[in-house]
C-alpha cells in the first residue's frame, strides 16, 4: 500500500487512539512538541498517575532481570507470585523484558530508531519456539478502557506473529495491578493475522495526514492539555466546556 507522506513518520497504539479522538492534540504534541505543562497534584496524591505508572513499570521491570530485589508494593499485593515467577523464567532465559518492536510499512521488523509502527511491551514469555505469552503491566483503571485494551491485545498478538514466524499460538495478558485482575486473549497465528488489513489501514491514515482539524467534544477537551479547561495551555480555543453539559436547563 502506497500513501502520501504526512509529517508523523510513525505511530504506535497510544498515538493512533489520541489522532482518532482528535486530530489536532497530535499536532501539537508530536508535531508541534508543544510541552505538557505542569499540573497541580490531585489532592491527597504524592504523584500524577502517569508518573506513577512509569515508576512502577521501572521497579518491576529491575525486580525481574535482578538489578534489584525490590517490589513496589501495589504490583505485590496482587501479582507477586507472578512476578517471582518471570524472575526466575528471566534466569533461565525464558523471559524478555521491555521489547521495543518496530515494523516497516510492510510490517517486516526493522529497527525502532526507524520504524514506522512501533510496539513497546512489559515482557514476553517462550516457554517453546512456538508458543509465547506477551503480558503488559496495567497501572489504570480498567472499566471504560476495555475496547482500547482490546485493541492493544490485538496489536502485541499482531506484531508478535509477524516478528516470530515460528510461533503458532500467542497468548496476551493485560495485568492490572491495582485491581488483582487479569484480561487474556489467546490466539493462533491465522486468527491474528485477521487483524493486519484494520491497522495497515489506520497506520497509513495516521502517517499519510496532512490536515490536522480540532474535534472539540465534552469527553477530549476536559483533560486536554492544550484546552482552555483545568490548566490547559490554551493553544486549542475551540474546546468544548466539559461543565456546560452539567448546567441545569433554564425554563423559557
Known sequence: MTSTLGP??????????????CKFKVWLKNVERVAEPERPLPPGKMEHANDRGSRIHDECEQYVDGRSDYLPAEAERHFGHHLDLLRLLYVEKQVS?????????????????????????????????????????????????????????QLYLLNSFLRFPELEHVRT???????????????????????KSNFDRRGH???????????????????????????????????????????PRTSR
Not at 508523523?8 to 479522538?21: C, I, N, Q, T, V
Not at 491495582?178 to 489467546?186: A, F, S, Y
Open 8 to 21: 508523523l513518520k510513525s505511530w504506535s497504539h497510544s498515538r493512533l487512539a489520541e489522532f482518532e479522538k
Open 173 to 195: 495478558e493485560l495485568w492490572y495491578l491495582d485491581l488483582g485482575e487479569t484480561t487474556v486473549q489467546e490466539m493462533t497465528r491465522s486468527q491474528a493475522l485477521r487483524f
Open 97 to 153: 523484558l521491555e521489547g521495543e518492536w518496530g515494523m516497516d510499512r510492510n510490517w517486516e521488523p526493522t529497527d525502532w530508531a526507524k520504524a514506522w509502527h512501533r510496539c513497546k511491551l512489559d515482557a514476553i514469555v517462550r516457554p517453546s519456539k512456538t508458543h509465547a505469552i506477551v503480558i503488559d503491566y496495567k497501572t489504570g483503571k480498567k472499566w471504560g478502557n476495555e475496547i482500547k485494551h482490546g485493541e492493544q491485545m
Open 205 to 247: 491514515a495516521i502517517t499519510s495526514c496532512t490536515e490536522f482539524p480540532p474535534n472539540p467534544n465534552k469527553f477530549s477537551c476536559k483533560w486536554c492539555m492544550y484546552g482552555t479547561f483545568n490548566g490547559g495551555t490554551g493553544h486549542c480555543t475551540v474546546g468544548v466546556d466539559p461543565d456546560a453539559f452539567n448546567k
